[in-house]
């Protein structure tokens, strides 16, 4: 909680560089394009990924910062470029609870729109191997 | 000065012993505690109800639940569990709510807001078969998955039998830009 209030100040702080962040309208786009697989607590469900105490572990690399992006969800759901960011920022604050980095780097509408040009088709497959890139990645540090 | 003393000491005390000839002590601590308990009631039963209304996500409320066109259902798709021994907002016994599902939002008259209404499936048991309800607003089709109601929801769940479908107020929607 601790962590995600920091990055939260962090993220107002920040805010004409990543865009603004409108809690109520992140959370609403948050209701209307993904709670439904993901839950309202992010905690997703049998094959939905979840989100709650683990998303923040895609922050480690680069690759991973990219993945949440590029995955279907994101990259072809109906929100536009700055209320993508702005979703994706928010959830970083609300769910990665446990698993938030020191230092997050809010991502911008112009990131997300490069981004999402390259959506994930085996997605399952690319995250099974990003995690174990992480955890390498983790043991190395 | 004493002799009034005395009267008043004399009188205080014919007062007191009528009094409590007349009554018990267990009735005084009865109508005490009605008048405790009933003063606390009767200002907190209009507040209370007015705190309620104003907490987020517990709108002002019209129309029938077991009713196709009570404000919940724009856009559902399915049979309603208030018509199938659940409620709007849960699902009849012997059956599970599929934690996946679809939301839109729905304007209530009641206050003229738009609320975003979690449509969760009640699964486990075959179809309910009572009060179908079929209103479509905002629905899109299949390649939009997210926003579709044509497609079994129950997912996440441990049987994927469809019984009946809930209309759940999980929040405000956010109007402005």
Known sequence: MKTGLTILAMLLTTSAVAGELNLQRAQFNYQMSCQGCHAPDGSGANSVPRMLDHVGNF???QTGREYLVRVPGSAVSALDDAEL??????????????SA???FEPYSSQEV???RQQPLNEVVQYRAQLLADIASANMRE | MKLLDGLFDKLFEQQTRQLAQRSSRRGILKGLGGLLVGAGA????????AAAAEAPGQPVEEGDPASCDYWRYCAIDGFLCSCCGGSENTCPPGTEMSPVTWIGTCRNPADGRNYVISYNDCCGKSSCGACLCQRDEGDRPAYRPDKTNDINWCLGTSSATY???TAIVVGVAFEGK
Not at chain 2, 42 to 49: D, H, K, S, Y
């Open chain 1, 59 to 61: 922050l480690v690399t």
């Open chain 1, 85 to 98: 960011a702005e979703v994706l920022n928010w959830i970083v604050v609300e769910f990665a609870g446990s």
């Open chain 1, 101 to 103: 980095k020191e230092s």
């Open chain 1, 113 to 115: 729109g490069r981004l």
């Open chain 2, 42 to 49: 009767i200002p907190l039963l209009p507040v209370a109800r």
């Open chain 2, 163 to 165: 019984h009946c479908s």
